[in-house]
């Protein structure tokens, strides 16, 4: 069974800090990584992907990868009211996306 | 581009009964996933489609299955409708790069 872990939290941070936002997989054969962001009634929002070890910078968002300890961390920068939201980690090992249950992230004024 | 669109937005439908849920993916797009998602399970894969031909299959019973039309169209049905199948069904296209994936908003289906 392959597996994708992450904390449900609620993560709560001051505007303006840094969330950091972490996730486990067991299927070292997988080579695709993404985070989605979904709203509460929403459906999910496709924000990062990365598929290579290190970092990849996309706007206040970081996505790390590292294959060798299988984790995925998503950094979001000068967090705003507005991401708010559960963040889905999602990795794709033999074209079988397996998604993580989610992290509710609370961002308060 | 339009995004996915996805008919009915919700549905409710007694036990024991059959259903169809349509997605049409974003245009261009070949590549459509359908999930299910719960409060208690997560999101879950159903299968995959592209170019009218189931590519890859999720661990679910045979009730759930689906098909994809010529313009990548694809449909959902599940037969022998249970409790436990109310959930938010969600498609997802995808184009150049299979693993990219864009969601449709979703078909919430409750079974009485």
């Known amino acids: 069974q392959k597996e994708v872990e992450q904390n449900s939290g609620p993560l709560s941070v001051p505007e303006g800090a840094i969330a950091s936002l972490n996730c486990t997989y067991s299927?070292?054969?997988?080579?695709?990584f993404f985070w989605y962001r979904q709203y509460s009634g929403k459906s999910p929002e496709l924000i990062m992907s990365?598929?290579?070890?290190g970092d990849k910078e996309d706007g206040r968002f970081t996505a790390q990868l590292n294959k060798a300890s299988q984790y995925v961390s998503l950094l979001i920068r000068d967090s705003q009211p507005s991401d708010s939201a559960t963040y889905l980690c999602?990795?794709?090992?033999?074209?079988?996306?397996?998604f993580g249950r989610g992290t509710s992230l609370i961002v308060h004024p | 581009k339009a995004g996915v669109t996805q008919t009915p937005r919700y549905l409710i439908k007694t036990r024991g009964q059959q259903v169809t849920l349509s997605c049409s993916p974003i245009?261009?797009?070949?590549?459509v996933s359908w999930y299910q998602q719960t409060p208690g399970q997560g999101l879950q894969f159903l299968f995959e489609?592209?170019?009218?031909?189931?590519?890859n299959k999720g661990n679910f019973p045979g009730r759930f299955s689906g098909r994809q039309f010529s313009n990548s169209r694809s449909e959902m049905n599940v037969s022998t409708l249970e409790l436990g199948d109310s959930a938010l069904y969600l498609c997802?296209?995808?184009?150049?790069?299979?693993?990219?994936?864009?969601f449709g908003p979703g078909t919430r289906l409750t079974v009485t």
């Open positions: 997802a296209s995808s184009g150049d790069n299979r693993d990219e994936q864009y």
């Open positions: 299927d070292r054969g997988s080579q695709s």
């Open positions: 990365i598929y290579s070890n």
């Open positions: 999602a990795v794709h090992g033999s074209y079988i996306p397996t």
């Open positions: 245009s261009g797009h070949r590549s």
């Open positions: 489609y592209f170019s009218e031909t189931q590519r």
